[in-house]
C-alpha cells in the first residue's frame, strides 16, 4: 500500500500579520521537510489569522493574503521545499465575495484551491457575513494517493462536501480548523472526526490552531483517525506541535469526477489533479508516538484561561500586568493565572485597601503576593475617596461605588505610568447578576475569568494548590483567601452573600439561564425556588449593559458573557411571569 | 375598480414589550377602524420589537410572541376592529427555527402568515443567525382584492418573492419594515419602493417603524407608491402617524398558484385565501392630504440624534441626564440634543474645570446652561487630581488621563446620587482616532454623537442656532463654542491641532478609510499626502479597544464604530506600506 508521512503543525497564528504568518509557515514546514514529511497540513486561515471578523470585507486585505500565498509557495521551493505538498489555510476574494480558502502548494506554485462550504452562522462564528461558499472539490494524486480537503464546519455538518468526497472516492482527507475551545468540547470532536473518517472511508487528517484570539482560544487536539475510526496520532492541548503520521493506506486509483449528493444546493464540481501518480518507493515509518493522555477537567480549564491570558497581553504588545489584590479568591486566581501565563516578575499585584477593608483582605494580598514572589505595592485609596465624599456629599451606593472606581482610576495611572495590562478580575457569576462597578473593578483590558463561574473559581484554586503540592511547590494561593466568605468590602461588615443568594444555587440557576436558555417555567420544573429564580432572572436581565461595558475575556463555554451573545441593551423582556 | 381604505400603523415599538407593543397595535388599530380603514398594515416584528437579537433564540419568548398574537386577534374583535384586515410582524418558532414573519389577522384568527424569504446578514443585520427563510407566499383576497406581503429586505433583493408575487398576480402588495436611518438613505429607498411596485405590477404599501432601538434610529418615512410608481402618500420621518390611503385599483381576479422563478432555490407555495371576494359598494375617498417637505440633511440628522437620546433615556428608565459641560463645540452640541429630546429641565450640566482648563471654557459652559434654561454646577476637579497625582507621582500622559477620570468619576458618582443618565461627548472623529480617555470622557451610557464626524457637529451647531433664529428664539449655543479652536485642555495651552491633522482633512481621510473602505493605495490615489494617510490609519487601526468600550451611540452611517463593525481588537494588519 503507498507510504505517505504526514505533517499536522498544530500553529499559533496571529491575526492580520500575514508577513509574519508566512514567516511562521515557511519555518515550520522546513522543520517537516527536515523529518521527511511529504504532506505538510497548517489550520484554517493560518495566513490571515482567524477570525478576521470584518477585516475579510477589506479588499486590500484580501489581496494582500492572496499576494503572500503566492509568494510563499516560491519562498518554500526556495528553501528546498517544494517537493512537498503544503496545505494552507487563507483568505481570497473572487467575484462572489471573500472566501475561507485552504490551497495546495507544491513546487513554487499554488496547484488548487479548496473554499470552505458550510459557512458557521451562531455563537461565535459570522461565516455567513464574510464569506461565499464554496462548491469546487479539488482532489490531488499525490505519491498515489488521492487527497481530498474540507475546512472545520464542512465536518460539523451532515451531506455537503465530505459526503461528496466519500462519493467520488478519496484515500486520505484533510482538514485544517479553527475550532476554538469549549469545556468537554472533545466529547463532541473526536467522535466526529472519527465519524467523517468512516463516512468517507479514508484517514482524516484534523489539524486545529493553538493559542488565542482576543476572547477565543484555539487548544489545538489536532488528531489523526483512520479509515476505521480509530484514533493514531494526537497531538496535545495548548502547546504548538508538529505530529507526524506515518501513512500506509489502499490507493482507490479513483478516477470519477460525478456527484450528485445533495440536491437543491448546487452539485460540487470535482477537480483531479495529478501530481505524482506513483507511490513512494517503501520506507521505514517513523515510531508511533504514544497518544497524550487527556487532561483532567480543571487543567483544561487552566490550561485554556493561561493561554487566553498570555497571548492577550503578549499580542497586543503587553510584557506586564497589574490589578488590584484585594485577598478574595477571584484575584487570587487571577494573579496564579497571570503568573503561570507571563511568569511572576511581570506581575504588579497592587492592594488598595480603603477604610472599609478588613485585616485579613490586606494581609491575604500579601501573602498571595509572596507565595506567587511577585511585585507587589500598596496604595490606599482613603484620602482620594474623602475628598470625592466630602465635595460631592455621597451617600449610599454612590459612596460605595467611589471606592471601586478610585481604585479604577488608581490602577489606570499605574498602567498609564508603566505599561502595564489592567485586568479586570470579576468572574462569570458576578457578571451574570451585575455585581460588579462599571468604571470601578470593571477596569481593564482583559478580565481572565469573565466565563468562570464562581463555584468553579474555587474548585480551580483547590486544583491549582494541589497541583503545586504534587510539584513540591508552594501552592500558589492563600488558604484563607479560598475559605473565607466574600465580600466586597465596600460597607462594613458586607458578605456577597447579604445580597446575592448561596453561589452553588446561583451557579446552577444561571448555567440553566444562560447556558441551557431555558425559561422560567423550565426552571421551576427543574425544582428551583420561584422567588429565587425571578430575582435571579430580573438581575441577569438588567444587567445587559454592564455586561456590554466589561472587558473581553477567555471564552470557556459556549455561551460566555462575550461579544457573541447578542442581546439589545433596550430590552423590556422579561422571562419570570407577573 | 375596488376600492380600499388603507392605514399604515407608524409606530414606536420596544424589544421585548410583548404585551406593551400588543396594547399599542390595539389601540392603533382602533384608531384607524374609526377612520374607515379596511386594512391597517403594522411594519417589521412590531410585536416583539426590532431587532430582537438574539432573544430570538429563546424559545419562550418566541411562544410568548406567538400567544400573543393569537390573543391579539381575539382583543381586536372584542374592540370592534374584527371586521377589519390586520397585518402584523412577529416573532414566531416552528421546526426549521425561528421565523421573521407577518401575519394577516381578521376576524379574531390569524388566517395566514408570511415568513420573511430574504435575510440581511450584513451591516447591522444578523438575521441569518436567527430565522430560517420562508418560501410561502400568502396572498389574500379582500373586499375583491388580492393582497400579497412581503417584508423589509424582501424587496432589497432582486428576484425573490416579490417576482415571484408579480408572476403570479395580486392587486395590492404591503411591505412592513423595519429599516434603519442613515444619511441619505431615501435616495436608495423612494426608487426601490416605487421600483417595486412597478416590478409586481400593483400599489406597494410600505411602512417602516419609527423611534429608537439602542444605536439604531427608524425614521419611519412610511409611504405608498401606485402600481406605475408614482408616491402618492407619506409619512413623516421621526414620529408616529397614521396614514391613511383610499386606493381604487383594478382587480385582477387572479387564480394562478404556480411559480417557478428561481431556479435553485425552493419554489414558492402560493396559498390563496379568500376572505372578501367582493368589492366594497363604492364610497366618497378622503382627500389626499399633501405630501410632507422632505427634511433638509442637517435637520433629517438632528431629528435622528434627538431621537436616539430620547428613546435610549426613556426606553432605558432615565428621566434627566448629565454630563459635562467643557465650553467645547461637542458637549455644547450634546447639551443642545440633549434639550430638544428630553426638555430642558431634564438636563443637568456640571462644569469640571480644573487647573489647566481656560476662563473661555468656564464662561462659555455657564452661557450655554443659560441659553438653553437647564440646570448647571460646577464641580472643580483641582482637589481630586491633586490627591492622586501626590500619591502616585503621575507625570505626562498619566497626569493628563487622570483629570479627564476624575470628571468621570465625578460624574457617575452624580449619576448613582441622582439616577441621570451619563452622556458621552465624543464624536467620530475622535473615536475614529482614539483621541479620548478610556473611564475618563469614555464614561457614559449613551453617546449621541459618536457616529457625528467633527465637522458635521459644527454644521450641525449653525444649523441648530439658525433654526432657532427662525423661530425667533435663543440659538442654544454659544458663538464662541462654535468659532474658538478645538482643545482637551488636559495640559497648558492644549489644542486638537498639536496632535491631529486639521479636522476638515481628516474627516475626509476617515470618510474614505472606514466609510469607503478604501485601502493605502486607493487613498494615495485620490491624492492624500502619504504621511497624513499613513498617520491617520495607523491612529485608527490601534484605537479598536477604545472603540470597543465606547457607550452605545446613534448609528447615522453605515459604517459607525457601534456594535455591528466588527473588528478584531488584537489585530496586527496595517494597511500601511512599509
Not at 4 to 23: E, F, H, K
Not at 291 to 317: F, I, M, Q
Not at 468 to 483: C, L, Q, T
Amino acid at each position: 500500500m503507498p507510504q505517505l508521512r504526514t505533517a499536522l503543525a498544530q500553529v499559533n497564528a496571529s491575526v492580520g500579520d500575514v508577513a509574519g504568518n508566512s514567516a511562521m509557515i515557511l519555518d515550520w514546514t522546513r522543520k517537516a521537510v527536515a523529518e521527511g514529511a511529504h504532506l505538510v497540513v497548517f489550520p484554517e486561515l493560518v495566513l490571515s489569522g482567524y477570525p478576521v471578523e470584518d477585516l475579510a470585507l477589506r479588499k486590500s486585505f484580501a489581496a494582500a493574503n492572496r499576494a503572500e500565498l503566492e509568494e510563499l509557495a516560491g519562498k518554500l521551493r526556495a528553501a528546498g521545499c517544494g517537493d512537498a505538498l503544503v496545505v494552507v489555510g487563507h483568505l481570497e476574494r473572487d467575484d462572489s465575495g471573500p472566501r475561507n480558502a485552504a490551497s495546495f502548494l507544491h513546487g513554487g506554485e499554488v496547484v488548487a484551491t479548496y473554499h470552505k462550504h458550510y459557512l458557521p452562522n451562531y455563537g461565535v462564528f459570522d461565516e455567513a457575513r464574510y464569506f461565499a461558499p464554496g462548491s469546487r472539490l479539488p482532489i490531488v494524486r499525490w505519491h498515489g494517493l488521492d487527497i481530498g480537503v474540507v475546512i472545520c464546519e464542512d465536518i460539523w455538518q451532515n451531506g455537503g462536501p465530505v459526503a461528496a468526497l466519500g462519493e467520488v472516492g478519496v484515500d486520505v482527507l484533510v482538514c485544517p480548523n479553527g475550532s476554538p475551545y469549549e469545556r468537554a468540547k472533545d466529547d463532541q470532536r473526536t467522535p466526529l472526526v472519527t465519524g467523517r473518517a468512516v463516512e468517507a472511508g479514508a484517514p482524516m487528517l484534523y489539524v486545529n490552531l493553538v493559542g488565542a484570539q482576543d476572547e477565543l482560544v484555539f487548544d489545538g487536539d489536532s488528531m489523526v483517525s483512520d479509515a476505521e475510526g480509530r484514533i493514531v496520532a494526537r497531538a496535545p492541548q495548548f502547546a504548538e506541535h508538529l505530529l507526524f503520521t506515518d501513512l500506509d493506506v489502499p490507493a482507490g486509483g479513483y478516477t470519477s469526477t460525478t456527484v450528485e449528493v445533495d440536491p437543491g444546493r448546487p452539485a460540487f464540481e470535482v477537480q483531479r489533479i495529478v501530481l505524482a501518480p506513483d507511490p513512494l518507493p517503501g520506507y521505514e515509518p517513523l515510531p508511533e508516538p504514544p497518544l497524550p493522555e487527556p487532561l483532567s477537567e480543571p487543567a483544561e480549564v487552566w490550561g485554556a484561561l493561561v493561554t487566553g491570558l498570555r497571548d492577550y497581553a503578549h499580542k497586543n504588545g503587553f510584557r506586564t500586568i497589574t490589578f488590584g489584590f484585594s485577598g478574595g479568591i477571584d484575584s487570587a486566581v487571577c494573579a496564579a493565572l497571570a503568573a503561570d501565563a507571563l511568569g511572576p516578575d511581570a506581575l504588579h499585584g497592587v492592594s488598595l485597601p480603603s477604610t472599609h477593608s478588613s485585616e485579613h483582605s490586606r494581609s491575604d494580598a500579601s501573602e498571595l503576593a509572596e507565595r506567587l514572589g511577585c511585585h507587589f505595592q500598596v496604595q490606599p485609596i482613603a484620602e482620594m475617596v474623602e475628598v470625592f465624599d466630602r465635595q460631592l456629599e455621597l451617600t449610599g451606593l454612590a459612596a460605595e461605588n467611589v471606592q471601586a472606581r478610585a481604585r479604577g482610576v488608581t490602577l489606570m495611572a499605574l498602567s498609564n505610568l508603566h505599561g502595564h495590562l489592567v485586568l479586570a478580575t470579576g468572574n462569570k457569576t458576578e457578571l451574570a447578576v451585575g455585581y460588579s462597578t462599571i468604571y470601578g473593578d470593571a477596569v481593564g483590558g482583559f478580565a481572565p475569568i469573565k466565563d468562570v463561574p464562581k463555584t468553579l473559581v474555587w474548585e480551580l484554586a483547590r486544583w491549582r494548590n494541589a497541583e503545586a503540592e504534587k510539584r513540591g511547590e508552594v501552592p500558589p494561593i492563600p488558604e484563607n483567601s479560598i475559605s473565607k466568605a466574600p465580600s466586597a468590602e465596600l460597607r462594613p461588615d458586607q458578605v456577597d452573600q447579604d445580597t446575592l443568594p448561596p453561589y452553588e444555587i446561583l451557579d446552577v440557576v444561571l448555567d440553566g439561564y444562560v447556558e441551557g436558555d431555558l425559561g422560567y417555567a423550565d426552571l421551576l420544573a427543574r425544582g428551583y425556588d420561584a422567588e429565587l429564580v425571578e430575582r435571579v432572572l430580573q438581575l441577569v436581565d438588567r444587567a445587559e449593559y454592564k455586561r456590554r461595558q466589561y472587558p473581553p475575556g477567555t471564552k470557556i463555554t459556549f455561551k460566555a458573557f462575550g461579544r457573541d451573545r447578542r442581546l439589545p441593551i433596550t430590552n423590556r423582556w422579561r422571562e419570570v411571569k407577573p
